[in-house]
């Protein structure tokens, strides 16, 4: 069932042409959401606004969920790089070549 009015799915139209289908299908919220309260530095709400004024965002909240989601992102992809880079490159090559020559005799003929 679709609970949103004639103008929100207009608005739905309108950004699906600018940014495609998938921007208008992330900000259909479908999780559920919390409310947080934040405090931002003036520059930045005015700069926020702007954003949403121009359409590049339905609203401030969705503005600010995807900055926060992208920066967790971030922040999850350097983890990994950074657990990543505490790996030896000669102990990782030397398993997966002691794994292979193991395997090599198991493989089936094609």
């Not at 608005?11 to 992330?26: A, E, K, N, P, S």
């Amino acid at each position: 069932m679709n609970h949103m009015g004639e103008g929100e799915t207009a608005l739905l139209r309108v950004l699906d042409d600018m940014h495609g289908m998938t921007y208008g299908h992330t900000w259909r919220w479908s999780m559920p959401r919390a409310k947080v309260a934040v405090s931002l530095d003036e520059s930045t709400v005015e700069r926020l606004d702007r954003l949403v004024k121009k359409a590049a965002f339905p609203s401030r909240s969705q503005a600010i969920q995807e900055a926060v989601e992208e920066k967790l992102s971030r922040l999850e992809r350097s983890r990994l790089a950074r657990e990543c880079a505490k790996l030896d490159p000669e102990f990782e090559k030397a398993m997966a070549e002691e794994g292979l020559s193991e395997d090599v005799t198991e493989w089936p003929a094609y």
